[in-house]
Nanobody, 126 residues
Framework: QVQLVESGGGLVQAGGSLRLSCAAS????????MGWVRRASGNEREFVAA????????VYADSVKGRFAVSRDNAKNTRYLQMNSLRPEDTALYYC???????????????????WGQGTQVTVSS
């Protein structure tokens, strides 16, 4: 059974940092592009960042560029999202996601993703 499990969310003050982790199991996710998507309360899901299967290529939403960094450790089947200089508008439920298949090298559209975690809440206070 395919599973993506996020952790690391929490409450942080504006300007602070958090690191989210995503543990993958039940699939060959080391061959797939992976990403992070968030959904703020009352809003649609929003692409945040993605990384290719080797970790050599990354892409970010303009709203997080320069503040967030996505990485992966394939030996541990784990992906990370380092979030720095957090803002109240970053408050959301953050999902780890994997591409539908290996065609989507660095998935950046929501429809490119085929596997989702349950999400971890990030709340940034002002």
């Amino acid at each position: 059974q395919v599973q993506l499990v996020e952790s690391g969310g929490g409450l942080v003050q504006a300007g602070g940092s958090l690191r989210l982790s995503c543990a993958a199991s039940g699939g060959t996710f080391n061959t797939y592009g992976m990403g992070w998507v968030r959904r703020a309360s009352g809003n649609e899901r929003e692409f945040v960042a993605a990384i290719d299967r080797r970790g050599g290529s990354t892409v970010y939403a303009d709203s997080v560029k320069g503040r967030f960094a996505v990485s992966r450790d394939n030996a541990k089947n784990t992906r990370y999202l380092q979030m720095n200089s957090l803002r109240p508008e970053d408050t959301a439920l953050y999902y780890c996601a994997a591409a539908k298949d290996t065609y989507y090298v660095t998935p950046r559209e929501l429809v490119d993703f085929g596997y989702w975690g349950q999400g971890t809440q990030v709340t940034v206070s002002s």
